[in-house]
């Protein structure tokens, strides 16, 4: 067991920081382990074995924080058009953002740092949302993100927290009690690959193009509209150049973790890959909503959103203006989000992937690239506005 002092196995851990900030004799340390992952370790010398770590671990105790489901769902696009375009799905996870932030409250999500790591922040405005806003496709570090969090909760100030289900989980056991000001959002996640893992994507870009990379979007609605282009924007002897859609190693990544192959163990065995969700409200990607809703224009995104409690239907009813929304069915998104029902599957790949990554890491994730010849004529096509309307014309009419 966790609490009398030995350190969790991988697939029981999901590395929320939640036991290292809870004890009260600073007896564990966060450390990466052999495949990058953070984990805990246990100083047995500092241990007083008071159980602290084992109540506030989001893998031992989902039941006391996934709510019953309340089958209300939409599909929803934000107004906004400049925002709508910044977002990873529909914009709103920035709908709710500014809400908070102008009844005085803070916000709380990941964000890159300006070496391109991946932690967990608070932000008190506006332009502090643009780098929490898009989807990122690895585990963020939150460090002492619960901590700082509980501070601000007891100020009186409104927070609003965004994490996949296991970090929701990992901050409402650390508060161990309701704070009516906090506010959540899970994200529906397939799993996280270490940081190590994206490192190695961006190190082989900026040798290829002889640069640094400034900053990175998974999803680049600038090109392709809604999809799940990447994009990197690197400096190079002064000159900031963009790169989309068609860089190799970028989709080598994206494919590496869409199959699953390289993401912590404790995500295969995901509690709250499920439609009783931790968060007030869920956020994700209405993919398909065209097979189920009819919406005159899905090309900027489409978000889909699960209203969990009480508190978020409130604050649903006071922000919903702000939106285009549609009533959904839960089980039309469960068909296209199957982490609504069950953890992703462990793919054979895990076994061999970071065997392989440690020997060659840029071996291992060009070996996930598979060239297309029509993906790089739509690329092509769709940098020309007239024919990325008329393919998108196209499309809606073949769902008809």
Not at 182 to 196: E, M, R
Request: net charge positive; aromatic share 10%.
């Amino acid at each position: 067991m966790f609490f009398n002092g030995l350190t969790p196995q991988p697939e029981k851990c999901c590395g929320c920081e939640g036991c290292r900030s809870i004890c009260p004799k600073a007896a564990i340390s966060m450390t990466t382990d052999k495949d990058g992952f953070v984990m805990p370790e246990v100083n047995n010398e500092l241990c007083i074995e008071c159980g602290l770590c084992e109540k506030v671990c989001p893998m031992f105790h989902s039941a006391k924080v996934i709510s019953a489901e309340t089958g209300k769902a939409y599909a929803a696009v934000s107004k906004n058009d400049d925002i709508l375009a910044e977002s990873s799905s529909g914009g709103i996870f920035s709908i709710i953002a500014d809400y908070v932030l102008k009844n005085g409250g803070v916000v709380s999500g990941a964000s890159f740092d300006d070496n391109l790591r991946l932690n967990h922040t608070i932000v008190t405005d506006s332009d502090g949302i643009d780098k929490l806003r898009g989807s990122k496709y690895l585990q963020s570090i939150t460090g002492d993100i619960y901590t700082r969090i509980r501070d601000i909760l007891k100020s009186g100030k409104m927070v609003y927290f965004v994490g996949t289900g296991c970090q929701v989980a990992g901050l409402k056991l650390f508060l161990r009690k309701e704070y009516d000001n906090l506010i959540t959002s899970d994200i529906l996640c397939h799993g996280v690959p270490p940081q190590a893992v994206f490192d190695e994507m961006i190190r082989v870009v900026e040798s290829k193009y002889g640069g640094k990379i400034i900053k990175y979007s998974f999803r680049d609605k600038s090109v392709w509209g809604w999809s799940c282009n990447s994009s990197s924007s690197l400096i190079k002897k002064g000159n900031r150049l963009l790169y989309r859609g068609n860089e190799p190693m970028q989709q080598a990544y994206f494919n590496a973790f869409i199959k699953g192959d390289n993401y912590r163990e404790s995500c295969y065995k995901c509690p709250y890959a499920q439609s009783r969700r931790p968060g007030d409200i869920t956020l994700g990607d209405y993919w398909g909503v065209e097979h189920y809703i009819s919406i005159p224009d899905t090309r900027k995104g489409v978000s889909a959103l699960m209203i969990n409690t009480p508190k978020g239907e409130s604050l649903w009813s006071i922000i919903s203006g702000n939106a285009d929304t549609y009533t959904a069915s839960l089980e039309d998104i469960r068909q296209i989000n199957k982490t609504l029902t069950s953890p992703t599957p462990r793919p054979e790949g895990r076994d061999i992937f970071f065997v392989r990554f440690h020997e060659n890491p840029a071996k291992t994730l060009m070996s996930y690239y598979r060239p297309s010849k029509k993906r790089d004529l739509l690329y092509l096509l769709k940098r020309n506005p007239l024919t990325s309307k008329m393919i998108s014309l196209i499309k809606k009419l073949s769902h008809k």
